[in-house]
Nanobody, 115 residues
Framework: QVQLVESGGGLVQAGGSLRLSCAAS????????MGWYRQAPGKQRELVAV???????NYADFVKGRFTISRDNAKNVVWLQMNSLKPEDTAVYYC?????????WGQGTQVTVSS
């Protein structure tokens, strides 16, 4: 079992920045990748960014150049630095941990970007 706790969401004006954090606990040795997803009202959950234990990253096209994912394996923490935020970035952001054979989710943190 893996437990994930997110923090750092909030309300920000367009063009502003936020930093999300996700702390993992439990069977952390089994995690091979962690990522951030988001879900806006009426839309499906979508991938934002993912990072492997080795540090390989992948981003959705709509955040490339604006968001940065990073992790500290020793502290079992993943961050999502979000810059140049847009109103369309408004969503609940979820932390994800991938293991074999299970996937775990955090409770989500709301990010609201005002125009």
């Amino acid at each position: 079992q893996v437990q994930l706790v997110e923090s750092g969401g909030g309300l920000v004006q367009a063009g502003g920045s936020l930093r999300l954090s996700c702390a993992a606990s439990g069977s952390i040795f089994s995690i091979f990748a962690m990522g951030w997803y988001r879900q806006a009202p009426g839309k499906q959950r979508e991938l934002v960014a993912v990072i492997t234990r080795g540090g390989v990253t992948n981003y959705a096209d709509f955040v490339k150049g604006r968001f940065t994912i990073s992790r500290d394996n020793a502290k079992n923490v993943v961050w999502l630095q979000m810059n140049s935020l847009k109103p369309e970035d408004t969503a609940v952001y979820y932390c994800n941990a991938a293991t074999v054979p299970s996937t775990y989710w955090g409770q989500g943190t709301q990010v609201t970007v005002s125009s």
